[in-house]
C-alpha cells in the first residue's frame, strides 16, 4: 500500500493532508521546523496505515530544507512546480476557496493521480557549487547596487569626475575617491600632491591626465567644509563597502576554480569559445551532467528559458496554426540571465553564432531573441558532447549546418571548403 502526505510549507511550519486507498484526502497535525517533528509526522502516518509500504510526500518547489528533511525521515519526496500545482488545485473544483489544509490536500491528491518524478539528493559536489554559485550571484548583485549608488553619488555631486570612471571597481579610482571624493578636496590639493598619492596605484598616466582635467571643471564654490565632510564620509562608506564585496567575490571564485579544477565536466564546457569557468559552473547547477547524463537535447533549454513556447489557437485559411513563439518566461531570473549571457559570448566568440545573429537581425528579431536562439542550439551542441564525452568541434558544426543547407550557414568557411595553395 502506498500514502500520499501532501504539504503546504511555510518558512516556519508545515500543514500536511493524507490521501491514501480510494478515499478524500484529509488533514493531519503538521510540524514545526525540525527534523525531529518532521519524523514524527511520517511515524504517524504509518500508525494510521499500519499496512503502508511507501509514504510519498508531494511538496512544492522552493523549500529545500523541507525537501531535505523528509527524505532523511525517510519518506519518498516529490517536489512539483507551484505553477502546476496550482493549475491541478484550480481543476478539482471551481469554488475559488483556498487555504493551507486544501492546499496540502490537492498537492496529496496531484502524487495520488498523476506520475510525479522522484526528487533524490544531489551530490556532495553539486551541493557545494551550487551553494558557492548562489553566493557568488548574491554578493555580485550587492556590488553591482553599491557601484550603482556610488556613481549616482558622483553624478549628483562630482559630475567632471563620474564621467570619467568607466569602472568603479578599479583598486586606483578607490584610491582616488579616498583621496578626493568631493570638489572640495580637489581644491586642496596640487597636480604634483595627487601624482605622489596615486603613485603605484596602477592608474595610467592618460587617465590621471583626464582626472586632472575633471578637477579643474569640477570646482563647486558653494560647497562648504562641512557638507564636503558629509558628502566625503558617504563616498568613503561607499568605496569601502564596494573593495570589502570585491574581496568577497574574489574569493569565492577562488573557490570555485580550486573545488572544480580537476572536474572533467569543467574542462570539456571550457572546450567551446565564449565559455569559461564561471559560465562552465552555472551550466553544471543548472543540470548539464555532473550527477546524471541528459537523456535528450531540450531539457536544459526548457529550464534555461532558451527554449521558446507557442501561443495560438485554431488554423488560418492556409491551414497554418493561429499563434506565435514566444518567450518562456517561466524560467527563473538566473535561468534567464545565463540563457542570455551564452549567447552573447557564443555571437562573439563563435562564427557561426556570429552568422546567426546577423540573421536574426536582419529578420527583424531583437538581439535578445537572437540570444536566446543562439544560447538553444549551443546547450544542444553541449548536452551531446557530456553524452559523448567529446571537446567541441566548431569545422565540425559548421560542416553539418552547410549538409542541411541553413542559409546563413553558406557563408562560413571550414577547412575543407578553403582552397589549397
Known amino acids: 500500500?502506498?500514502?500520499?502526505?501532501?504539504?503546504?510549507?511555510?518558512?516556519?511550519?508545515?500543514?500536511?493532508?493524507?490521501?491514501?486507498?480510494?478515499?478524500?484526502?484529509?488533514?493531519?497535525?503538521?510540524a514545526k521546523r525540525t527534523l525531529e517533528a518532521v519524523k514524527e509526522i511520517i511515524e504517524r502516518v504509518r500508525m494510521l496505515y499500519p499496512e503502508v509500504e511507501k509514504i510519498h510526500v508531494v511538496i512544492e518547489a522552493g523549500a529545500p530544507g523541507w525537501v531535505e528533511m523528509f527524505h532523511h525521515a525517510g519518506a519518498v519526496v516529490h517536489v512539483v512546480d507551484p505553477k502546476q500545482a496550482k493549475a491541478f488545485a484550480e481543476s478539482l473544483g471551481s469554488s475559488g476557496a483556498k487555504d493551507d489544509k486544501r492546499d496540502a490536500g490537492s498537492l496529496a491528491e496531484m502524487g495520488r493521480s498523476r506520475k510525479i518524478e522522484i526528487w533524490r539528493p544531489r551530490s556532495e559536489l553539486y551541493q557545494q557549487l551550487d551553494m558557492?554559485?548562489?553566493?557568488?550571484?548574491?554578493?555580485?548583485?550587492?556590488?553591482?547596487?553599491?557601484?550603482?549608488?556610488?556613481?549616482?553619488?558622483?553624478?549628483?555631486?562630482?559630475p567632471s569626475l563620474e564621467v570619467l570612471l568607466i569602472d568603479l571597481g578599479y583598486g586606483w579610482v578607490h584610491r582616488l575617491l579616498r583621496l578626493v571624493p568631493t570638489p572640495f578636496h580637489g581644491r586642496k590639493m596640487t597636480r604634483d600632491q595627487i601624482a605622489e598619492a596615486m603613485r603605484g596605484s596602477g592608474a595610467r598616466k592618460e587617465s590621471l591626465e583626464r582626472v586632472y582635467e575633471a578637477f579643474a571643471a569640477g570646482d563647486a564654490p558653494w560647497l562648504t567644509e562641512a557638507m564636503a565632510r558629509v558628502q566625503a564620509q558617504r563616498v568613503g562608506r561607499l568605496v569601502e563597502q564596494i573593495a570589502l564585496l570585491s574581496q568577497q567575490v574574489a574569493s569565492i571564485e577562488k573557490e570555485l576554480d580550486q573545488l572544480t579544477a580537476e572536474l572533467d565536466l569543467r574542462h570539456l564546457l571550457e572546450s567551446v569559445g565564449g565559455i569559461a569557468m564561471k559560465m562552465a559552473i552555472r551550466l553544471i547547477v543548472f543540470g548539464i551532467g555532473l550527477?546524471?547524463?541528459?537523456?535528450?537535447?531540450?531539457?536544459?533549454?526548457?529550464?534555461?528559458?532558451?527554449?521558446?513556447?507557442?501561443?495560438?489557437?485554431?488554423?488560418?485559411?492556409?491551414?497554418?496554426?493561429?499563434?506565435?513563439?514566444?518567450?518562456?518566461?517561466?524560467?527563473?531570473?538566473?535561468?534567464?540571465?545565463?540563457?542570455?549571457?551564452?549567447?552573447?559570448?557564443?555571437?562573439l566568440q563563435l562564427d557561426w553564432a556570429a552568422a546567426m545573429y546577423r540573421n536574426a537581425r536582419k529578420r527583424g528579431q531583437s538581439a535578445a531573441t537572437a540570444y536566446r536562439r543562439i544560447a538553444r542550439c549551443l546547450l544542444r551542441i553541449l548536452t551531446a558532447m557530456v553524452r559523448g564525452g567529446q571537446p567541441y568541434d566548431n569545422d565540425r558544426y559548421v560542416a553539418s549546418l552547410q549538409r542541411h543547407g541553413v542559409a546563413w550557414g553558406m557563408e562560413l568557411t571550414t577547412p575543407s571548403s578553403t582552397p589549397a595553395d
Open 291 to 347: 550527477d546524471e547524463v541528459p537523456e535528450d537535447r531540450d531539457p536544459l533549454g526548457i529550464l534555461l528559458g532558451a527554449s521558446p513556447v507557442f501561443r495560438g489557437s485554431g488554423k488560418d485559411r492556409k491551414g497554418q496554426s493561429k499563434g506565435r513563439a514566444v518567450m518562456r518566461r517561466a524560467a527563473n531570473h538566473g535561468a534567464k540571465s545565463t540563457t542570455y549571457l551564452l549567447g552573447r559570448q557564443a555571437s
Open 132 to 158: 558557492l554559485s548562489t553566493e557568488h550571484e548574491a554578493v555580485t548583485a550587492d556590488l553591482t547596487a553599491s557601484k550603482q549608488r556610488l556613481r549616482a553619488c558622483l553624478r549628483e555631486r562630482f
Open 1 to 30: 500500500m502506498e500514502v500520499y502526505l501532501g504539504v503546504d510549507w511555510s518558512a516556519t511550519e508545515v500543514v500536511c493532508a493524507v490521501a491514501a486507498r480510494a478515499n478524500k484526502p484529509h488533514a493531519i497535525k503538521g
